[in-house]
Nanobody, 124 residues
Framework: QVQLVESGGGLVQPGGSLRLSCVAS????????MGWFRQVPGKEREFVTA????????YYADSVRGRFTFSRDQSLNTAELQMNSLKPEDTAVYYC?????????????????WGQGTQVTVSS
């Protein structure tokens, strides 16, 4: 089992920034991919970004590329999502997930473990 805890969500004005963190514990040796997804009520969980931990490879959704940056502190089993130039359409609950394999990193159905989610609201 891998336990994931997200933090860092909140309310921010359009154009502002937030940094989300995801701390992994438990069987962290199972982690091959870590990803961030987001979800709004009534819609499917949407891919935001994912990182293959070794060799380190990062993927981004077109909607966030150039604005969001996914980084990792291997020693702390912590991953961070830096979100800049936020837009109202970025408003969602953001979830951190982990896969034990590397195929289908953009599909939430492939992830084995999830955190509880953290709310991000972009509004003036």
């Amino acid at each position: 089992q891998v336990q994931l805890v997200e933090s860092g969500g909140g309310l921010v004005q359009p154009g502002g920034s937030l940094r989300l963190s995801c701390v992994a514990s438990g069987r962290t040796s199972d982690i091959y991919v870590m990803g961030w997804f987001r979800q709004v009520p009534g819609k499917e969980r949407e891919f935001v970004t994912a990182m293959i931990w070794s060799p380190r490879t990062v993927y981004y959704a077109d909607s966030v590329r150039g604005r969001f940056t996914f980084s990792r502190d291997q020693s702390l089993n912590t991953a961070e999502l830096q979100m800049n130039s936020l837009k109202p359409e970025d408003t969602a609950v953001y979830y951190c997930g982990v896969m034990r394999g590397a195929y289908g990193v953009m599909f939430h159905e492939r992830y084995h473990y999830w955190g509880q989610g953290t709310q991000v609201t972009v509004s003036s």
